[in-house]
């Protein structure tokens, strides 16, 4: 169906503007946002958005006439001054799309006044933003009945930024997401989630077996498997000469064959060891003391990473019972690093770590134990298949190494002029009229923009598809976890005391 032709205006047909007079009855199907085609020849189509509609009418073109003299003229029953009124379009053209060879190229030349112009075919507008009708589906363009399907590899590879105001949609977003990389079911997903708001929407029954919920504070990382380095990257203050001493003391430790040991035992070693300087010693029995306060050292490890992911397994770690930021970060270095080791040694299978609140784990200018991984994963992570989704309402905070390895961003209402500012400098392919539309948004209308798509596009978030049972934190449950993980610690310390007595 003909919607409308291309006219002539001072500054139209150009590359940048095509302006066309709408046919009367499809003005009413007729928005901004809608792909338009414009036929060239047989095999080349120009494909178009639709980015303003104003009304024209002669009678009322005049400069000269005031106000109160057009109103006061009485000619509506002499002419048909209704009908000379007309809708017309303005398109943005974006591209040149070969039917044939389902190419997309740039416009090279202006199409002709006198132009037909068609709504996009579905078709159409999937070759040209390069969707993929097996890919993840996020959501539908309203304007055309389009689904948005973007290719996993295209989407992921290169890692994906979810970034919005607070209340737009992100962690919705970001759940229709896990639903479909779920229902792709080869992926391993961790997901970060600091409120602990996943574990409800993904409660039900079908997820039963696919998704694993872990307590932040349940979690023990396993002080004998950690080496003098990797203590250090949790006491960032601690110098190359300090870790070399703690090497010093666990190597000693090991000699020993205490079995396993607590950080308490690693203070009480650094405290009776000889010819070390005494400031040194303080400070370093300080951090190693702030650590074992975190209640997050055990003398054993409760996890084992390498079955805890599988193909289309996702582990969310809720951090929500985690009171100090510097916990919570402790725990995500302490995945994350495990996590990406494993993968690189392809023990595990290509992994997916979504961040809820990255900006607190990978903050641009404040200290944060979790952020060097963080950005390691961004800067090297897509060699080993690993690919990061930061969800964050501050870009601004965020490390500007992480997100600008993002090449793909889900962005949804921004309000922030720091923000909005930002975003413009750091995403590719965002101009100054799309960002100018992020302040409109409504909840759950996005823009896509990047690796995952061929063209930036505005797109409403789909339903999802399930819901969850709102449930409030289970005393029972947790009692019992607790109760476990104590009984397990003491058993372990006992086991160790028992066996040095002996000696
Ligand atoms: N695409 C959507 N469709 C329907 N409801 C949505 C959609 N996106 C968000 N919402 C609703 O809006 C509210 C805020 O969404 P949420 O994802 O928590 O925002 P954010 O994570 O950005 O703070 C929630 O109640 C959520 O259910
Ligand atoms: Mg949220």
């Known amino acids: 169906m003909i919607i409308g032709i291309v006219i002539v205006t001072s500054d139209s047909p150009s590359l940048e503007k095509i302006e066309v007079i709408l046919e009367k009855d499809s003005s009413l199907i007729i928005e ?27 009678y009322y073109e005049t400069l000269e006439a005031s106000a109160h003299e057009i109103a006061s003229r009485d000619y509506h029953n002499i002419f048909p001054i209704n009908e000379w009124e007309n809708t017309i379009a303005e398109i943005k053209p974006l591209g040149e799309l070969d039917i044939e060879k389902e190419v997309v190229s740039r416009v090279k030349y202006p199409v002709s006044p006198g132009s037909k112009v068609f709504r996009s075919s579905p078709h159409s507008i999937e070759v040209f933003l390069g969707l993929d009708k097996n890919g993840l589906h996020l959501g539908f363009l309203q304007a055309n009945e389009v689904d948005i399907k973007l290719n996993i590899s295209r989407l992921l590879r290169k890692h994906l930024a979810i970034l919005a105001i607070s209340g737009a949609g992100k962690s919705y977003a970001a759940s229709v997401l896990l639903e479909e990389i779920l229902q792709y079911g080869k992926l391993g997903v961790i997901l970060i989630d600091p409120h602990g708001e996943y574990s409800n929407i993904f409660n ?20 004998p498997e950690l080496s003098a380095w990797d203590i250090s990257e949790f006491i960032p203050e601690m110098s190359v000469v300090q870790t070399r001493v703690l090497e010093g003391i666990i190597t000693n430790i090991k000699k020993m064959n205490l079995g396993h040991y607590s950080i308490l035992e690693l203070i009480k070693q650094l405290e009776i060891t000889e010819g070390v300087n005494p400031r040194t010693r303080e400070a370093m029995v300080g951090w190693l003391l702030s650590l074992h306060r975190t209640y997050l050292f055990s003398p054993e490890s409760n996890l084992d990473f390498q079955n805890l992911i599988s193909p289309g397994k996702t582990v969310i770690l809720d951090l929500s019972d985690l009171q100090s930021f510097r916990a919570r970060r ?67 905070n965020l490390s500007v190494t992480a997100l600008s390895q993002c090449n793909s961003n889900l962005i ?61 934190p289970n005393l029972q449950q947790t009692a019992e976890s607790y109760a476990k993980k104590w009984q397990f610690n003491n058993s372990v310390n006992f086991e160790r005391i028992s066996r040095s007595e002996d000696k």
Request: proline share 5%; hydrophobic share 40%.
């Open 204 to 223: 039900t029954s079908e997820y039963k077996e696919n998704i694993e919920v872990l307590s932040g504070s349940l979690i023990s990382i396993g002080v």
């Open 32 to 58: 901004r946002g809608q792909f338009v085609t414009i036929p060239k020849n047989e095999k080349i189509e120009v494909i178009g958005l639709i980015s303003g509609i104003k009304k024209y009418n002669a």
């Open 412 to 472: 949804l209402r921004i309000r922030n002029p720091y923000d909005l500012d930002f975003i413009g400098k750091t995403s590719e392919g965002i101009d100054r009229s799309i960002l100018k539309m992020l302040p409109d948004l409504e909840v759950g209308e996005a823009l896509i923009v990047g690796e995952g798509i061929n063209y930036p596009i505005f797109f409403r978030i789909r339903a999802r598809k399930h819901h969850g049972t709102s449930i409030s």
């Open 330 to 396: 402790i725990q995500a270095l302490y995945f994350l690093k495990s996590l990406y080791s494993l993968r690189i040694q392809n023990k595990i299978p290509p992994i997916v770590f979504m961040i809820e609140e990255a900006h607190q784990f990978c903050p641009e200018s404040s200290r944060s134990v979790s952020k060097g991984i963080i950005e390691t994963i961004a800067r090297e992570g897509r060699k080993f298949y690993c690919s990061l989704c930061l969800i964050s309402q501050r870009p601004v």
